[in-house]
């Protein structure tokens, strides 16, 4: 039976990934940096471990709690939406910090056993906006390009090993709470300069009234399709509207 570790599983992408797996008959390793009961089902096959991608010891020990683990999903992550002139150098910070820097660690920490056995596969949850130009999303985008290329380059050190790794890009899902988090609870005023007030609403309103939108289920159900393809396929778009971006590019 096959073990899966999951980051930032306590809502969103990261829960629905777990619970799929789980149902698939995996073992699931579901990491959440604050662990909260009755998020995901009580079972001898799925643990809910804590785990913060943003510090090295939280990291040694969730990987020492979870043992052997055949797939990596680097799931956890921080939105951001805001006009760059009016995001604060540490936001940018805090976000690079988990959607990159986090996932180069965990990545890093894995690879030995993967190596060391010859298989394993480290899939790195990225966006949609990797696919596009969008606007207000300059940190949060190039925090997820870096991913892109970062895994990129490293499915080809890793292939001679038998080791794989991949990008899953999500589109957007409206039932994430991704407004409110993207924001980190500030007013969106604090995020927009008043120059940029009318340009931001329209590009809100565009978003808003725009019928393609990705579900959660979307997103496990790719994630586990990565984790079996054996094509040597790079990317997997996730949902109807990141499909159709990947399909224009």
């Known amino acids: 039976m096959k073990t899966v570790l999951i980051t930032g599983t306590s809502s969103g992408y990261g829960r629905e990934t777990a ?45 020492e709690a979870a043992g052997p683990v055949d797939v990596l999903v680097n799931n956890a992550g921080v939105p951001s939406i805001g006009v760059f002139e009016g995001t604060p150098m540490a936001r940018v910070r805090e976000v690079f910090e988990t959607n990159t820097f986090g996932v180069m660690a965990m990545t890093q920490a894995v690879l030995p056993q993967f190596r060391e056995r010859g298989s394993g596969v480290v899939i790195n949850v990225t966006s949609s906006v990797v696919l596009g130009h969008m606007p207000l999303s300059a940190v949060y985008k190039a925090s997820k390009m870096a991913v892109e ?41 604090e995020l927009v300069p008043a120059p940029y007030a009318a340009f931001a609403k329209e590009v809100l309103e565009e978003f808003t009234s725009q019928d393609l939108y990705t579900r959660e289920s979307d997103v496990a159900e790719t994630v586990w399709r990565a984790a079996h393809d054996t094509t040597g396929q790079l990317r997997f778009p996730a949902g109807a509207d990141a499909v159709r971006l990947a399909q224009a590019k």
């Not at 991704?178 to 500030?186: D, I, K």
């Open 19 to 63: 619970r799929y797996f789980h149902e698939q008959g995996w073992n699931v390793i579901a990491t959440m940096r604050t662990p909260r009961t009755g998020v995901l089902p009580a079972s001898d096959r799925l643990r809910v471990v804590e785990l913060d991608v943003t510090e090295p010891g939280s990291i040694s020990a969730a990987l």
């Open 149 to 189: 290329g970062f895994t990129a380059s490293l499915a080809l050190e890793l292939a001679p090993f038998g080791v794989q790794a991949k990008t899953v890009e999500p589109g957007a899902c409206l039932t994430t709470n991704f407004a409110h988090r993207a924001t980190n609870g500030e007013s969106p005023d």
